[in-house]
């Protein structure tokens, strides 16, 4: 079974003058079931990971604590 999935990828864009410059898009591709099974996993995994030095720091400063 095939699966819709949007991804985050790397690409060369010409800015300003002709200047070649690397941007993260947004794309849809379609993966099969092991490769969907995989995104899964890591997306939980990260969701899972404790906050770092700087995030709690940024949080502090957000919630005034």
Do not use: N
Request: no cysteine; aromatic share 10%; charged share 45%.
């Amino acid at each position: 079974m095939k699966h819709k999935v949007k991804v985050m990828v790397e690409t060369e864009k010409r800015g300003l003058f002709g200047r070649r410059r690397t941007v993260l898009e947004k794309r849809t591709m379609w993966v099969d079931d092991e490769t969907y099974r995989e995104i899964r996993r890591q997306q939980k995994e990260h969701a899972r990971r404790p906050y770092s030095m700087e995030e709690m720091m940024f949080y502090d400063d957000l919630f005034e604590d």
